[in-house]
């Protein structure tokens, strides 16, 4: 089935137009749909019911109202809003030029693709050569659905990206957690480094991992249909406990589980066994409760 544009823009570079279809690149696919029944099988429907009088209130008769104290509105009407929307334009005009890795995928909104309408092949091409070989992506302003919007567009091997970015109010600081940066030895860096070598890959394959959840509930929906008892999954037993956890022997105990799956591409320096034990810090007494070996009495001296 062709991918079908969702809208045909115009991303102005310089005094440069380039003609060019926008694609969604990623589709829905968050679990299954449930739909809400009664009691007696029928499907229920959303009614919205006023706080004030307990009547159903109908859709249309509806007014959007901005509570700017408790219990207090400011009403607006539809044409009220619509005329503060921003109006809507094709024209998708670079502001600047910076560096890719700058963006912080963090920011990182919807992503879209764009690909060259009509006269637009060359100078997407040119774009899109000029800012692989600058290692820069380009910052535009985009009017869409009555509000204006920041997005990057970037250079891929098979076209270019057009991805929409968060605002800064719309992001959180992580400084705000006030995270405690604790100190590690070196020998704790060196097993840590070792475990990363023997589980590394040398890329991210999206096709390696599946929505195991979602499996299992369309699993559920076949054995409901053919009227059979759903099965639910045995626990693992991998959850964490309230236990006191040795830093040290957790490292050297994963380092043994792991099979690496080709050489390391870097190699730690080995960890000596005298080091280990030399640095290895006193261990923590155990929440659990040891059965305690009761010591032979000491012999009492005789009196002279």
């Known amino acids: 089935m062709a991918a079908r544009s969702i809208a045909s823009l115009t991303l102005s570079f310089g005094l440069v137009s380039i003609p060019v279809k926008l694609y969604s690149a990623t589709e829905s696919a968050s679990g299954v749909g449930f739909n809400f029944l009664s009691p ?20 249309s008769d509806m007014k959007k109202g901005y509570e700017f104290e408790k219990g207090q509105y400011v009403v607006f009407t539809s044409d009220e809003l619509k005329a503060l929307e921003e109006g809507a334009s094709h024209v998708v005009e670079i502001v600047s030029f910076v560096p890719e890795k700058s963006v912080d995928p963090l920011y ?36 869409y659905k009555g509000k204006t919007r920041i997005v990057q567009v970037r250079p891929a091997e098979d076209g270019m990206i057009f991805q929409q970015l968060l605002f800064a109010d719309e992001v959180r600081a ?5 995270i405690e940066n604790v100190a590690v030895t070196g020998t704790e860096l060196q097993l840590a480094l070792q475990i990363i070598d ?7 394959d999206p096709s390696a991992y599946e929505d195991e959840e979602k499996k299992r509930v369309l699993a ?3 054995q409901k249909i053919a009227g059979k ?27 043994s589980k792991s099979k690496p799956k080709k050489a390391p591409a870097r190699k730690a320096a080995p960890v000596e ?17 040891a059965k305690v070996e009761e010591a032979p009495p000491a012999k009492v001296r005789a009196r002279k």
Request: aromatic share 6%; hydrophobic share 35%; net charge negative.
């Open 108 to 143: 990182y909104d919807k992503a879209y693709f764009i690909a060259p309408d009509k006269r637009g092949g060359k100078p997407y091409s040119l774009l899109r050569q000029a800012m692989q070989e600058s290692q820069r992506c380009a910052l535009a302003k985009w009017s």
């Open 174 to 178: 992580l400084s705000d957690l006030n």
């Open 198 to 204: 023997q589980v590394s890959e040398d890329a991210y």
């Open 220 to 222: 559920a929906i076949d």
């Open 40 to 59: 007696d099988g029928g499907r229920v429907k959303q009614q919205y019911v006023s706080e004030a009088t307990g009547e159903v209130v109908a859709r």
């Open 273 to 289: 066994e005298e080091e280990v034990l030399a640095t290895k810090p006193r261990r923590p007494a155990k929440r659990a409760v």
């Open 229 to 255: 008892q759903i099965v639910s999954p045995e626990a693992t037993g991998d959850e964490p406990g309230g236990q006191v956890i040795d830093l040290m022997e957790a490292l050297r105990a994963s380092l």
